[in-house]
């Protein structure tokens, strides 16, 4: 009896077993799909506009030897700028353009264009433009750049060189400070040995739009 009882209780837990393991496996539910955050990078193409004051540092010309005193003159800056930067690990490279209106203000006259009238100095050009290569040191989206390159304005060409701070504050709006000093050699006249190259500072602020997605 007790033989049959044993054999009884062996075969009904293999039948358990066998009924177990025709049941479903519960598994574990799926890890949550966290979306990775993206890098913020400078990389890509921008425009923007600026204003800000100039002001001239040449305060004086020559004419035939003699030495003319001009007003320290200054006014109102503003335009618009495009360029592009390519981001390398922190660092940070690129190019570019900007035109600007200028009112300096002033009314010197010391160039002899023909007319019997000395004119031309930088007081009454009223536009000027720059070609950059800009570079500098990244801190996210913090921006530490130095700038240089090619100026230019009616009739005159020289160069430029300055420096600023950039920051995005979204991933396609940065706001940034400058400075440049700008150098442009004027036509000189041989026949009055005129030497007047214009130089003025430039302090402005600008707003740049990045394009794409970062």
């Known amino acids: 009896m007790k033989k049959i009882l ?3 209780v062996a075969l009904f837990g293999f039948a358990g077993a066998a009924s177990a393991a025709d049941l479903p ?4 539910p799926p890890a949550p799909i966290v979306a990775a955050v993206p890098v913020f990078t400078w990389t890509g193409f921008y425009v923007g506009v600026n204003a800000g004051y100039g002001w001239n540092t040449n305060d004086s010309i020559t004419v035939g030897g003699l030495r003319f005193d001009l007003d320290d003159d200054g006014g109102f800056v503003g335009g618009a700028q495009a360029g592009y930067n390519y981001q390398i690990g922190s660092f940070v490279v690129g190019l570019e353009g900007d035109i600007q209106y200028a009112d300096f203000g ?6 002899f264009n023909g007319d019997g009238i000395l004119d031309g100095d930088f007081n009454n ?3 000027f ?12 989206r913090a921006l530490i750049y130095a700038t240089g390159g090619f100026a230019f304005a009616d009739d005159a060409t020289g160069w ?39 130089e003025f500072g430039v302090v402005r602020a600008g707003l740049n739009f990045r394009f794409g997605t970062y």
């Open 129 to 140: 433009g720059t070609v950059r290569a800009r570079a500098g040191v990244a801190f996210d």
């Open 160 to 198: 430029t060189v300055g420096g600023g701070l950039e920051y995005a504050f979204t991933n396609n709006l940065s706001a940034k400070v400058e400075g440049l000093y700008v150098n442009l050699d004027q036509d000189n006249n041989s026949i009055f040995n005129i030497d007047n190259d214009a």
């Open 6 to 8: 044993l054999a009884s």
């Open 106 to 111: 002033g009314d010197d006259r010391f160039d």
């Open 25 to 28: 496996v519960r598994s574990a």
């Open 125 to 127: 050009s009223d536009w």
